[in-house]
């Protein structure tokens, strides 16, 4: 348990999942790539990532740097939770058709 807390608390993690989190961003932005759930997946390891590291070092839990790990961490499951839960509407108007 303790050795998956440690790879999950992992600076090699933090820097895979930020390469991933910029992949699927700009793969989302030109509409090429993975499917929507891919933002999501990078932002919610990422959570996991800082949660663990926030477990493991006792240095990122004292005073100001642990109320701005905190906030960080709660960041980032909002930002995933507005994700998930986002509405896109497209509207169609075709030449010379009536708009009512």
Same mark, same amino acid.
């Given at each position: 348990?303790?050795?998956?807390?440690? %790879?999950? &608390?992992?600076?090699?993690?933090?820097? &895979?999942?930020?390469?991933? #989190? +910029?992949? &699927? =961003?700009?793969?989302?932005?030109?509409?090429?790539?993975?499917?929507?759930?891919? $933002?999501?997946?990078?932002?919610?390891?990422?959570? #996991?990532?800082?949660?663990? +590291? $926030?477990?493991?070092?006792?240095? /990122? %839990?004292?005073? !100001?740097? !642990? =109320?701005?790990?905190?906030?960080?961490?709660?960041?980032? #499951?909002?930002?995933?939770?507005?994700? /998930?839960?986002?509405?896109? !509407?497209? =509207?169609? =108007?075709?030449? !010379?058709?009536?708009?009512?």
């Amino acid at each position: 348990m303790n050795t998956l807390l440690a %790879r999950l &608390a992992s600076m090699r993690l933090t820097i &895979a999942a930020f390469v991933a #989190l +910029a992949a &699927a =961003v700009l793969a989302r932005h030109f509409g090429v790539g993975p499917a929507d759930g891919a $933002i999501e997946a990078a932002l919610a390891l990422l959570a #996991l990532n800082l949660g663990a +590291a $926030i477990v493991l070092r006792p240095a /990122l %839990r004292r005073g !100001g740097l !642990g =109320v701005f790990h905190a906030c960080l961490w709660l960041g980032l #499951l909002l930002l995933a939770w507005g994700r /998930l839960h986002r509405f896109e !509407g497209r =509207v169609e =108007v075709v030449e !010379g058709a009536r708009l009512s």
